[in-house]
């Protein structure tokens, strides 16, 4: 398994899943990557929740305005961040979200993040999962056998900034 980076970074988000389940052993793997991810002070302020049962998966759906893709995935990991009310936690957050979206993609798997908010439908999410104190459910990547898209025009738009427009040269 090394696919080229660039080919791992131009993967784009997929919010469409076939009828297929993701076996267990995959999703630990994607796990296995991902708690490799370098954290400030090497805290590892993450845990994660797996979830493949229908009921769960349409509850969490719910749990944000644009977390509905999640009713339509056969699995989940839902991403819990320390409550440590650190700055870089979040950041750390991101960091392990997109090792396990990268790892998704090695592995042939579409994937798409989802937000829970807000506050209430963080701690709906909590609690259906059975979270302990401590730990908080922001973020669940969805996770699939990619199928296609339906027609229709996405109301985020996409594409990317140039590099030119996101970086500059320092001219002492
Ligand atoms: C922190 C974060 C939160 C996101 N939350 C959602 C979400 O709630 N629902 C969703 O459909 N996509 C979500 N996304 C996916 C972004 O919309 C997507 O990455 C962006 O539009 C770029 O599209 P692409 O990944 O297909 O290139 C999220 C992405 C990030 C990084």
Same mark, same amino acid.
């Given at each position: ?32 990557? !991902?708690?490799? #991810? ?15 049962? /229908? ?7 719910? &749990?944000?305005?644009? !977390?509905? *893709?999640?009713?339509?995935?056969? &699995?989940?990991? /839902?991403l819990l961040s320390a409550d440590d009310g650190r700055r870089d936690t979040e ?9 396990? #979206? ?9 994937? &798409?993040?989802? #937000? ?13 999962? !059975? /979270? ?6 922001? *973020?669940?990547?969805?996770?699939? *056998? ?23 040269? *320092?001219?002492?």
């Amino acid at each position: 398994m090394s696919p080229d980076l660039d080919a791992l970074v131009a993967a784009r988000s997929v919010r469409t899943f076939a009828d297929r389940p993701v076996d267990r052993a995959t999703v630990e793997q994607l796990v296995e990557v !991902a708690r490799r #991810t370098g954290s400030a002070r090497n805290r590892q302020p993450w845990r994660f929740v797996a979830v493949d049962d /229908v009921a769960t998966l349409r509850l969490l759906a719910g &749990c944000g305005a644009y !977390a509905g *893709h999640l009713a339509g995935a056969p &699995c989940a990991i /839902v991403l819990l961040s320390a409550d440590d009310g650190r700055r870089d936690t979040e950041f750390d957050l991101g960091r392990v979200a997109q090792s396990l #979206t990268l790892a998704a993609t090695a592995a042939g798997l579409g994937s &798409c993040l989802a #937000t829970f908010y807000p506050e209430p439908q963080i701690a709906r999410a909590a609690a259906a999962l !059975a /979270v302990g104190p401590g730990w908080v459910p922001r *973020h669940a990547l969805s996770l699939g *056998h990619p199928a296609p898209r339906p027609a229709g025009r996405s109301a985020v738009p996409g594409g990317r900034l140039p590099v030119p427009e996101l970086l500059r040269w *320092h001219l002492p």
